[in-house]
């Protein structure tokens, strides 16, 4: 299938009686279906003084429900060869799955059942509450893992769901039980919030009334209130910006051979008009290998092997972030460097020739990334959830290459020119040679 021709045209767009929306690709070319969706709310549905609950719910899912118990759930799926899995982001609880098109009504009822009747039973709540802790502990070592919370938490409030470990806090975990999920469960999971597509070796009427029987049972709930995403949660006062007060800080790690450095500031959300052009803003100063921040730190200076860059947002601004890891000894002049790339590109702009070269490699390599099913099925919900319309995959290149520089330096002064960049160096402490 050449997903790059009028995809939109391709695409059936149903609601099911639970609200969920559906979009249905046929695609014969192998006898494989791909199911991608995701719920919005993710942790902004969760309380901060329980933080864990929703890693311990989604995580819970597929560990069993009154039809089945989680060795059935696995057998059924493995025996089959298909695959079914939930995840949990800042926005968004998400699900996938993979089947022969044959085994598609076992995979949909599976999919149905856990989703909207997991048990939470005790014996497994167990196993992924250790599991919970076991990644809280190995995180607490992690230079780069603490480098970035604690950025966010400086920049964003402890409270706020994009500076909050999705993992909760480990004074919480043992304290969370059933109806705690249950409780974030009912909260988190509803039909109006839902949307699914699926693409392969369907028969989209078919495949429609599995749907609606399998989850037409699925609480309708209501969209997120205006707002969810702007506002989340922090500890903040109100008018007081927490990079003011902090905005250097060194997380202390022993025993590691290389410090890494996050500097964070407020993001853009991927709704926002023109996205196109902060995209390759972040593209340009620290998107790719030969981006100017690798070019500074790796070429000029030779303080790392690489350095990077991104916009890590949604329907909320998010976050801003650069990265980089470099020998203790070199902190200091990494953070100037990279500090200075970033004054001197927000004060001079991008060159036509950055723009032009930015342009085609990512309209090119765009393709390349649409080369499954699954891929085509999340950035079609990518591009919805966004704003884009059903023509997101087909208009890409035309609306990337239409950004002109003007846009890309107005979105590089915003990105890079603020005062609000939190800088956040962990591992062991070390004086500059």
Same mark, same amino acid.
């Given at each position: 299938?050449?997903?790059?021709?009028?995809?939109?045209? *391709?695409?059936?767009?149903?609601?099911?009686?639970? %609200?969920?929306?559906? &979009?249905?690709?046929?695609?014969?070319?192998?006898?494989?279906?791909?199911? $991608?969706? &995701? #719920?919005? /709310?993710?942790?902004?549905?969760?309380?901060?003084? =329980?933080? =864990? $609950?929703?890693?311990?719910?989604?995580?819970?899912?597929?560990?069993?429900?009154?039809?089945?118990?989680?060795?059935?759930?696995?057998?059924?799926?493995?025996?089959? /060869?298909?695959?079914?899995?939930?995840?949990?982001?800042?926005? $968004? $609880?998400?699900?996938?799955?993979?089947?022969?098109?044959?085994?598609?009504?076992?995979?949909?009822?599976?999919?149905?059942?856990?989703?909207?009747?997991?048990? @939470?039973?005790?014996?497994?709540?167990?196993?992924? *509450?250790?599991?919970?802790?076991?990644?809280?502990?190995?995180?607490?070592?992690?230079?780069?893992?603490?480098?970035?919370?604690?950025?966010?938490?400086?920049?964003? !409030?402890?409270?706020?769901?994009?500076?909050?470990?999705?993992?909760?806090?480990?004074?919480?975990?043992? +304290?969370?039980?059933?109806?705690?999920?249950?409780?974030?469960?009912?909260?988190?999971?509803?039909?109006?919030?839902?949307?699914?597509?699926?693409?392969?070796?369907?028969?989209?009427?078919?495949?429609?009334?599995?749907?609606? +029987?399998?989850?037409?049972?699925?609480?309708?709930?209501?969209?997120?209130?205006? !707002?969810?995403?702007?506002?989340?949660?922090?500890?903040?006062?109100? %008018?007081?910006?927490?990079?003011?007060?902090?905005?250097?800080?060194?997380?202390?790690? *022993?025993?590691?051979?290389?410090?890494?450095?996050? @500097?964070?500031?407020?993001?853009?959300?991927?709704?926002?008009?023109?996205?196109?052009?902060?995209?390759?803003?972040?593209?340009?100063?620290?998107?790719?290998?030969?981006? *100017?921040?690798?070019?500074?730190?790796?070429?000029?200076? /030779?303080?790392?092997?690489?350095?990077?860059?991104?916009?890590?947002?949604?329907?909320?601004?998010?976050?801003?972030?650069?990265?980089?890891?470099?020998?203790?000894?070199?902190?200091?002049?990494?953070?100037?460097?990279?500090?200075?790339?970033?004054?001197?590109?927000?004060?001079?702009?991008?060159?036509?020739?950055?723009?032009?070269?930015?342009?085609?490699?990512?309209?090119?390599? @765009?393709?390349?990334?649409?080369?499954?099913?699954?891929?085509?099925?999340?950035?079609?919900?990518? =591009?919805?959830?966004? =704003?884009?319309?059903?023509? @997101?995959?087909?208009?890409?290149?035309?609306?990337?290459?239409?950004?002109?520089?003007?846009?890309?330096?107005?979105?590089?002064?915003?990105?890079?020119?603020?005062?609000?960049? #939190?800088?956040?160096?962990?591992?062991?402490?070390?004086?500059?040679?």
């Amino acid at each position: 299938m050449n997903v790059m021709t009028a995809l939109a045209q *391709r695409v059936r767009c149903e609601r099911l009686s639970c %609200g969920a929306r559906v &979009y249905l690709i046929e695609n014969h070319t192998n006898l494989t279906v791909n199911l $991608v969706g &995701y #719920v919005d /709310g993710g942790l902004f549905l969760e309380d901060p003084s =329980g933080a =864990g $609950v929703a890693n311990l719910c989604i995580s819970m899912l597929d560990r069993g429900t009154p039809k089945r118990d989680q060795a059935a759930i696995a057998d059924a799926l493995e025996s089959n /060869g298909a695959r079914l899995a939930y995840g949990l982001t800042r926005e $968004v $609880v998400t699900v996938s799955a993979h089947c022969l098109s044959e085994d598609l009504p076992l995979v949909l009822d599976i999919f149905g059942d856990t989703l909207t009747r997991s048990s @939470f039973p005790d014996a497994e709540l167990a196993i992924v *509450r250790e599991d919970a802790h076991a990644s809280l502990r190995e995180a607490a070592y992690d230079t780069y893992t603490q480098a970035g919370r604690r950025s966010a938490e400086m920049l964003l !409030g402890l409270d706020h769901p994009y500076a909050r470990e999705s993992l909760g806090r480990s004074e919480n975990l043992d +304290r969370l039980g059933r109806v705690d999920l249950e409780r974030y469960h009912a909260a988190a999971i509803a039909g109006e919030r839902l949307h699914l597509a699926v693409i392969g070796d369907i028969q989209p009427d078919e495949t429609l009334a599995m749907l609606e +029987r399998e989850l037409g049972d699925l609480p309708r709930g209501e969209n997120l209130p205006e !707002g969810t995403f702007g506002d989340g949660h922090s500890d903040t006062p109100a %008018g007081e910006d927490p990079a003011r007060h902090a905005r250097r800080e060194h997380v202390e790690i *022993r025993d590691k051979e290389q410090v890494d450095i996050v @500097f964070l500031s407020h993001g853009v959300p991927r709704t926002a008009e023109g996205f196109e052009s902060y995209g390759l803003a972040n593209f340009i100063f620290g998107g790719s290998f030969v981006s *100017r921040l690798n070019q500074r730190l790796r070429d000029t200076d /030779g303080l790392t092997y690489g350095a990077q860059s991104a916009i890590i947002s949604g329907s909320h601004p998010g976050v801003w972030l650069a990265h980089v890891g470099v020998h203790p000894g070199h902190r200091e002049r990494a953070i100037e460097s990279v500090l200075a790339e970033m004054r001197q590109m927000a004060a001079e702009g991008v060159t036509a020739d950055e723009l032009k070269l930015a342009q085609q490699h990512l309209s090119g390599s @765009f393709p390349i990334r649409l080369e499954t099913n699954r891929a085509i099925a999340a950035a079609l919900l990518e =591009g919805l959830r966004a =704003g884009r319309g059903l023509d @997101f995959i087909d208009r890409y290149r035309e609306r990337l290459l239409a950004v002109t520089r003007e846009q890309v330096n107005a979105a590089t002064k915003t990105l890079l020119g603020g005062d609000e960049v #939190v800088v956040v160096s962990s591992g062991t402490e070390y004086p500059d040679p």
